[in-house]
């Protein structure tokens, strides 16, 4: 398949691994390696063990549609269909079998600049919950290229933990393949997680950590504030608050738990020294030394840094 999409990517691709020569990524051996980012190492904590095998129920629940993908106002099929997204712009599109010698993030592919979008795709989704991927897989949110996504079909690992970039995706009412979480707003999140707050916990299934003016305290995301309020919505503050095999990231305006560690971009939050993984230091040219978790001036929260 000649696909102007699939040799854009390789070309934005090969022209990333050059100027972010400190990303990479260890991915499962079945894979081609993703040439932009490393797993998050283990967290320390143990997982479950959970039964990959067995395909999640498909049973209807609270409107839910088995074997399709939410696709803005349409469904499309999984297996058979993508869902190509440009801005509020979403339309269903034909999978089409990728040769073995071009396969690189997953076995079929879609050209979404065939489909009629007005802008270039900065999303494509081959599923959007776990249900839609054969063989006990796990519906993962990965990285694309700078700026856009792809949920696709990632082989799981026997203890459960995470394999996916950022994040499980998941529908209301329907079982995780991670180990110990559950279906919170579309991700799956570790289950019963509190989210450390200075000298509180904050119940994650309802509260984030907000950061405001200097000050931590619990409150739900959408009284944190919006981006740009100035404010900082903490999901995480550390990687015991996420599933085994994400790290705690902290972006501009939030914090959240993913497994792909990305230096260039994002920081890592912490409790102890042992949260900080070598790539911290690994990461950055001429840089040698060992990480440590510590509080950034006038911050109360704490982050790896080189030392």
Same mark, same amino acid.
């Given at each position: 398949?000649?696909?102007?999409?699939?040799?854009?990517?390789?070309?934005?691709?090969?022209?990333?691994?050059?100027?972010?020569?400190?990303?990479?990524?260890?991915?499962?051996?079945?894979?081609?390696?993703?040439?932009?980012?490393?797993?998050?190492?283990?967290?320390?904590?143990?997982?479950?063990?959970?039964?990959?095998?067995?395909?999640?129920?498909?049973?209807?629940? =609270?409107?839910?549609?088995?074997?399709?993908?939410?696709?803005?106002?349409?469904?499309?099929?999984?297996?058979?269909?993508?869902?190509?997204?440009?801005?509020?712009?979403?339309?269903?599109?034909?999978?089409?079998?990728?040769?073995?010698?071009?396969?690189?993030?997953?076995?079929?592919?879609?050209?979404?600049?065939?489909?009629?979008?007005?802008?270039?795709?900065?999303?494509?989704?081959?599923?959007?919950?776990?249900?839609?991927?054969?063989?006990?897989?796990?519906?993962?949110?990965?990285?694309?290229?700078? =700026?856009?996504?792809?949920?696709?079909?990632?082989?799981?690992?026997?203890?459960?933990?995470?394999?996916?970039?950022?994040?499980?995706?998941?529908?209301?009412?329907?079982?995780?393949?991670?180990?110990?979480?559950?279906?919170?707003?579309?991700?799956?999140?570790?289950?019963?997680?509190?989210?450390?707050?200075?000298?509180?916990?904050?119940?994650?299934?309802?509260?984030?950590?907000?950061?405001?003016?200097?000050?931590?305290?619990?409150?739900?995301?959408?009284?944190?504030?919006?981006?740009?309020?100035?404010?900082?919505?903490?999901?995480?503050?550390?990687?015991?608050?996420?599933?085994?095999?994400?790290?705690?990231?902290?972006?501009?305006?939030?914090?959240?738990?993913?497994?792909?560690?990305?230096?260039?971009?994002?920081?890592?939050?912490?409790?102890?020294?042992?949260?900080?993984?070598?790539?911290?230091?690994?990461?950055?040219?001429?840089?040698?030394?060992?990480?440590?978790?510590?509080?950034?001036?006038?911050?109360?929260?704490?982050?790896?840094?080189?030392?």
């Amino acid at each position: 398949m000649r696909s102007r999409v699939f040799f854009g990517l390789v070309t934005v691709v090969l022209a990333l691994g050059a100027l972010w020569c400190t990303r990479f990524q260890n991915r499962r051996s079945e894979l081609p390696a993703h040439p932009s980012a490393l797993l998050g190492a283990a967290t320390g904590l143990t997982p479950t063990a959970v039964d990959l095998s067995a395909p999640a129920p498909r049973a209807r629940v =609270g409107g839910y549609e088995p074997d399709t993908i939410v696709c803005g106002s349409k469904l499309c099929k999984s297996g058979s269909e993508a869902c190509c997204k440009s801005g509020d712009e979403s339309v269903c599109a034909q999978l089409q079998r990728v040769p073995v010698h071009q396969q690189w993030i997953s076995d079929d592919w879609v050209d979404c600049d065939t489909v009629g979008l007005t802008g270039s795709s900065d999303e494509i989704d081959l599923c959007d919950d776990s249900g839609d991927c054969p063989g006990g897989k796990v519906c993962c949110s990965n990285w694309l290229v700078s =700026g856009a996504s792809a949920s696709v079909c990632i082989a799981a690992k026997p203890g459960g933990e995470n394999v996916c970039d950022y994040f499980e995706r998941c529908v209301e009412g329907q079982p995780c393949r991670t180990a110990e979480t559950q279906c919170e707003a579309g991700r799956c999140e570790l289950r019963g997680a509190a989210i450390r707050c200075g000298s509180r916990f904050c119940e994650a299934t309802s509260k984030v950590c907000c950061e405001r003016n200097g000050k931590l305290g619990c409150t739900t995301d959408a009284a944190c504030g919006a981006p740009g309020s100035g404010a900082r919505a903490h999901h995480c503050t550390g990687p015991s608050g996420c599933p085994h095999g994400s790290r705690c990231t902290a972006r501009v305006y939030d914090s959240r738990c993913q497994g792909l560690i990305d230096i260039a971009n994002t920081s890592l939050l912490c409790e102890t020294d042992g949260d900080c993984p070598e790539e911290v230091c690994s990461m950055i040219p001429d840089q040698h030394g060992k990480p440590r978790c510590r509080p950034l001036a006038g911050r109360r929260l704490k982050f790896c840094e080189c030392s």
